[in-house]
């Protein structure tokens, strides 16, 4: 926990420090979102393994993501906040012990699903022409995730916050005048998990400074090498405003 608050601390201190130079921006995403896919065993060991999205049913949900950053030169530092709260509901056909707890079988319970990551990032732009602009860099992730079953009889939450690199790549490519195309991709593989957080998405700038987007994002990955077995696919439609100042 040192490092990530060393590491925001340094982020947050860059953002701030004065500069003549330096273009800084807001930028804020919306839209819907809802999991193509949700499993989940806890714990590894004893824990019975469920789907959020089959054995209980999960439907859309709004959501909010705010990221405020720093152009200097060919770099570009950003400090992301991304709470995630997705709902499931149904009835189990089995028994299942999630968390120490046993939840019978055909009584309704509700799951709560959180996923709140926010992250620091760097990108250094190191190609740019007349249509074509790529970055590439890094962001270090704080992930505080959460289950929650609930029934009638019982209730158990499962809590794990930890910290995650990733390996950052944007690109931007100008179809025509005022649009851009735009990928933005965060992504991590390991043998204890990957991370795949990947945007597509077309802009028009619609007066000098100001930006708005529409597209598609999802999230993808999880972990199954500890005590707890979690593999989300989160669906994202968009619309984001981006504002320079």
């Known amino acids: 926990?040192?490092?990530?608050?060393?590491?925001?601390?340094?982020?947050?201190?860059?953002?701030?420090?004065?500069?003549a130079r330096a273009q800084y921006y807001l930028d804020a995403e919306t839209g819907s979102v809802w999991a193509g896919h949700n499993t989940v065993k806890i714990p590894l060991e004893g824990g019975t393994r469920f789907s959020l999205t089959d054995h209980l049913k999960s439907g859309a949900e709004p959501y909010l993501r705010i990221r405020i950053g720093r152009k200097f030169g060919s770099?570009?530092?950003?400090?992301?906040?991304?709470?995630?709260?997705?709902?499931?509901?149904?009835?189990?056909?089995?028994?299942?012990?999630?968390?120490?707890?046993?939840?019978?079988?055909?009584?309704?319970?509700?799951?709560?699903?959180?996923f709140n990551s926010y992250?620091?990032?760097?990108?250094?732009?190191?190609?740019?022409?007349?249509?074509?602009?790529?970055?590439?860099?890094?962001?270090?992730?704080?992930?505080?995730?959460?289950?929650t079953l609930t029934n009638s009889v019982t209730s158990s939450e499962s809590k794990n916050t930890g910290f995650v690199p990733l390996a950052a790549f944007s690109a931007d490519y100008a179809?025509?005048?005022?649009?851009?195309?735009?990928?933005?991709?965060?992504?991590?593989?390991?043998?204890?998990?990957?991370?795949?957080?990947?945007?597509?998405?077309?802009?028009?700038?619609?007066?000098?400074g100001l930006r708005l987007r529409a597209g598609y994002r999802f999230l993808e990955g999880g972990s199954g090498a500890g005590e707890v077995y979690t593999f989300a696919w989160l669906h994202y439609l968009l619309a984001g405003l981006t504002w320079e100042f």
């Open 175 to 208: 179809f025509s005048p005022g649009y851009l195309a735009q990928v933005d991709i965060e992504a991590l593989g390991a043998p204890q998990g990957r991370a795949e957080d990947v945007m597509l998405a077309v802009s028009r700038e619609l007066r000098p």
């Open 75 to 114: 770099s570009d530092l950003s400090f992301l906040a991304a709470p995630l709260t997705l709902r499931s509901k149904g009835t189990f056909g089995r028994a299942v012990t999630f968390n120490g707890e046993v939840f019978a079988a055909g009584v309704r319970t509700e799951a709560v699903y959180r």
């Open 1 to 19: 926990m040192t490092t990530i608050k060393i590491a925001f601390s340094l982020c947050a201190a860059l953002l701030l420090s004065g500069s």
């Open 119 to 147: 992250r620091v990032k760097y990108l250094y732009e190191f190609h740019r022409d007349e249509r074509l602009s790529l970055r590439w860099g890094g962001a270090l992730k704080l992930r505080h995730a959460g289950i």
